[in-house]
């Protein structure tokens, strides 16, 4: 039997996830855990969260089960992925020290995701190294594990193709192909890559205030929909409307099918319908947002409900996650000691050292 391709993922924990993180990722990774085919590791990136996060470690340790249950949530099962908690894996505190010699920091800088989390954050020149140097980290991430695919929404490639760098400058240097270059598994739905925020954000993003969490409840999900940004030139119903970058209409994009048409808005057979009478002018904006919420609280309702399920028992969340992360310690210390032997600082366990300087 062929052995199975290694997948790495993970969120920080930083609060509960969204639609974006759903569309994003989360979908996809639940679609790759059902084929069989596939090893996945889901982490819990709280060393990562801690990069803007130190001085209120609270904040992550309060969120720690709650990404876990919107995991659960959404469909992953510990049978068949393997969840784990990043500071608890010695091999992601070493690598990053070995993979940071390979890295100038003038790349570093020209890193397009870090570039825009440093603007949005407005860190300017007072980031905390943690921050900046979040590309070796996430390189150890992936590579301890030796995982090949990576599901990652659009603003995540720059990391990936970071990533692979540091893992070809190591192998050329140290004259082997210990470390595996990651590649990218993006949502199928281009619109899904990036998903937009509520207020017409081009990201949706907790720090924004902008999300629709997976756990909201039917009330404010409601709340949440009708109140979205929509074309601020389609004042009355009969004007033309925009759908191009029209909140509303991406969401429908994202998240709606022929069948939602048939049993919700019966006026139309599908988007592409409604897209039309839209921007001719005459279907109004309220209609559009009852619409999507229809579709929206079909799709969030049984994993409201599966999340509600878990909840019950938190102490198994945590042994779901103290078992994961074992498994994850035993499999990146392999990684690890392949690495020191390849730099060559594994002085105590090498024979041929012995022999050259000891003997």
Not at 54 to 68: F, G, H, S
Not at 181 to 206: F, H, I, W
């Amino acid at each position: 039997m062929a052995e199975k391709k290694i997948i790495l993922t993970g969120d920080r924990p930083t609060g509960a996830l969204h639609l974006g993180h759903y569309v994003g990722s989360l979908k996809k990774r639940v679609e790759l855990q059902n084929t069989g085919l596939y090893d996945q590791f889901v982490m819990i990136a709280d060393l990562q969260a801690l990069t803007d996060n130190a001085d209120n470690p609270e904040k992550i340790r309060q969120n720690i089960l709650e990404v876990m249950l919107d995991y659960l949530a959404v469909g992953l099962t510990p049978d068949k992925t393997t969840f784990l908690v990043q500071s608890h894996i010695p091999a992601l505190y070493e690598l990053p020290m070995y993979y940071s010699n390979l890295v100038t920091m003038s790349r570093l800088e020209r890193n397009p995701t870090i570039k825009n989390e440093i603007k949005m954050r407005g860190f300017e020149r007072n980031l905390p190294v943690g921050f900046m140097t979040y590309p070796i980290s996430q390189a150890a991430d992936i590579t301890a594990f030796k995982a090949e695919l990576v599901p990652v929404g659009e603003d995540q490639l720059p990391m990936l193709e970071q990533a692979r760098e540091i893992v070809s400058s190591f192998n050329r240097i140290y004259k082997c192909d210990i470390l595996k270059e990651p590649k990218a598994v993006l949502p199928d739905n281009e619109t899904c890559n990036r998903l937009v925020g509520t207020d017409g954000n081009t990201k949706m993003s907790k720090s924004l205030g902008n999300c629709i969490y997976l756990k909201d409840d039917e009330k404010t999900l409601k709340q949440k929909i009708m109140s979205m940004y929509t074309d601020p030139t389609h004042i009355n119903v009969n004007d033309p409307g925009h759908t191009e970058n029209n909140p509303v209409f991406i969401y429908l994009e994202a998240f709606c099918n022929n069948q939602h048409f048939e049993k919700y808005f019966p006026d139309y057979k599908n988007l592409d319908e409604m897209k039309e009478h839209y921007e001719r002018g005459g279907l109004g904006d309220m209609k559009c947002k009852k619409f999507l919420n229809s579709v929206m609280q079909e799709l969030l309702a049984p994993i409201r409900t599966r999340r509600e399920e878990f909840a019950k028992d938190k102490g198994e969340l945590l042994n779901i996650l103290k078992k994961g992360t074992q498994r994850a310690i035993e499999i990146s210390n392999q990684t690890v000691s392949q690495v020191r032997n390849a730099i060559g600082i594994n002085y105590f366990n090498d024979e041929s050292f012995k022999e050259k300087f000891v003997l």
